[in-house]
């Protein structure tokens, strides 16, 4: 007889395999798996299954579990979503972030991993469903928030040994993180640099280039191209610049995470 009240896990991954050994684990955890191929399916079991959680590849035949993992968001913006891959890289983990991914998890995928992962996500809902007192209410979110900095400290420390330069900036170009790989390529030790605007740092001389990277941000959610940047120094130097908003779960932009490659020096 079907449990009602079990969780539905969507399970998107284009080998069947795969699909299979997550979905007969996710049973045996109590679990109802909602499995799919490709984004189209994935779309279509959430539109009429109402699952509480999701894993997700990024690589999909049909496009990226990143911009699958935006749709998600958009509809239903306390969904659990668990991203993986086999070759998660620095910046997809940035773009899931960002996006409003709970964790990654690398392929192949560790069942006991991917067990305490589901479990800690949806204890919180669980709460909510079980309990109405204030208590138990502020618990859940402490327990969210635990987890959430612990993500982020890793996440950190994983971005200060990137080579390239990494930063965030508030909506109003102040930085607010600054990795080693910033420190080595503009000369600012990130006790100067937090708090200061990026502007006056970066770009001292002409700031129009910048404004116009900023407003496409806002705009489309990412932006990559060149810009002209200066060093500590006075040092002109050429970058490949990614620039990513940060939205939080209502939509609401709250701060751009920025990952600089420097090309070469223009003099």
Known sequence: MPNDSAEKILVVDDEPLIRFVLAEALRGWGHVPLEAGTIAAALHLFA??????????????????????TQLKQHQPHLLVIVSSANLSVEDRITALS??????????VSLHELQDTLHRGLETPRQRRTHTTEPV??????????????QL???????????????????SDRVIFWNKGAERMYGW???????????????????AAFVMATRATHENGSWYAELHQFTKEGMEIRAHCHWILVQDDAGTPRSIFVINHRTSNTR
Not at 54 to 68: F, K, Q, R
Not at 153 to 164: G, I, S
Not at 190 to 204: C, D, S, V
């Open 48 to 69: 009429t299954e109402n699952p509480q959680a999701a894993l997700l590849d990024i690589e999909l035949p049909d496009g990226s579990g990143l911009d699958l993992l």
């Open 99 to 108: 996006r409003g991914a709970y964790a990654f998890l690398a392929k192949p």
């Open 137 to 150: 209410e502020g618990i859940a979110n402490a327990a969210e928030q635990r987890w959430a900095l612990a």
């Open 153 to 171: 400290r890793e996440l950190a420390a994983l971005l200060n040994h990137v080579q390239d330069a990494v930063l965030i900036r508030d909506l």
């Open 189 to 207: 030790t990130a006790k100067e640099a937090l708090g200061r605007n990026i502007r006056e740092l970066l770009y001292p001389h002409d700031a």
